[in-house]
């Protein structure tokens, strides 16, 4: 019976951890998607956002209340990066969004450090502190919350690009430019709409973080770097095998902390991730 206990116990958390991972990686897995361009700063998306909750949470707005007004401020921000930085790139060598991606990753970091310092911060008195318990089971609210929250914006941005003309039009633009283009679509436009909603995800994803998570200048990195795992796994530009990889990585990190070690708790997702990268480089969900 304990043993059953365990293994629940585990499983909830893994799917929980999931689920954050999800919401993370689908704004990464949408701008591939769509535009063919890894965003290597988009762990420091995830920082900003974090950042910005914390300053909410200092005028007396909960990492809550502070969710709709991050995830807006990182939509317009995702819209002027794109504006001002990545079409630029875009006109260059493929070469040329990675090398600028990873300076735009320097570049906040380094803001972020001379503006912040590199101490820990996190919200004061911060919500859902407690913990719930079902049967022998023990799981934090703030936890609960955070993998609610994540599925429920994951579930809504799904919905957005299989169901509205928007979306229609940035699968259009994922499947075929060129085809789009002649169709009339506005490829710029959903383009810069791709990146703005792939960084209004990861600010929803920073606003939860706060709940039980500090802020500092490199905070967005370990999240990214996992998303990247979690994007490879699922299949590039799927949300649903965003999804999937995700609930796969958190399964894997909390069974292999617990019957492992904590230090070796990556080590079964790199080993999931190589296996799956050499049987089915695409992903499990990917086209291509």
Request: net charge neutral.
């Amino acid at each position: 019976m304990e043993a059953l206990t365990t293994f629940a116990q585990l499983l909830a958390g893994g799917v929980l951890t999931g689920l954050v991972f999800a919401l993370v990686a689908v704004g990464l897995t949408l701008v591939y998607g769509v535009m063919d361009v890894v965003n290597f700063a988009h762990g420091e998306f995830l920082m900003l956002a974090m950042y910005a909750t914390l300053g909410l949470a200092l005028i007396g707005l909960s990492p809550f209340a502070g969710l709709p007004l991050v995830a807006i401020a990182l939509f317009l921000f995702g819209i002027v990066v794109y504006r001002v930085f990545i079409r630029r790139l875009l006109a260059g060598p493929p070469e040329a969004t990675v090398f600028g991606t990873f300076g735009l990753l320097v570049l906040l970091q380094g803001l972020a450090q001379a503006l912040f310092s590199s101490d820990f911060l996190s919200v004061p008195h911060p919500p859902l502190q407690g913990t719930l318990r079902f049967g022998g089971l023990a799981i934090s609210q703030a936890t609960l919350a955070e993998g609610a929250g994540a599925l429920v914006l994951t579930a809504a941005l799904f919905a957005f690009v299989e169901y509205t003309e928007t979306g229609r039009a940035m699968r259009a633009v994922a499947e075929d430019r060129v085809a789009a283009t002649l169709m009339g679509i506005d490829v710029q436009r959903v383009n810069g709409l791709a990146f703005g909603i792939g960084a209004a995800c990861v600010g929803a994803a920073g606003a939860l973080l706060m709940l039980s998570y500090p802020v500092f200048p490199t905070a967005g990195a370990p999240f990214a770097l996992t998303a990247f795992v979690v994007v490879a796994l699922g299949g590039f530009g799927s949300i649903q095998g965003a999804l999937v990889g995700a609930l796969l990585v958190g399964l894997l990190e909390v069974f292999g902390g617990f019957y492992l070690s904590p230090e070796l708790k990556m080590v079964p997702v790199y080993l999931a991730y190589l296996a799956i990268v050499l049987v089915r480089p695409q992903g499990l969900l990917g086209r291509r």
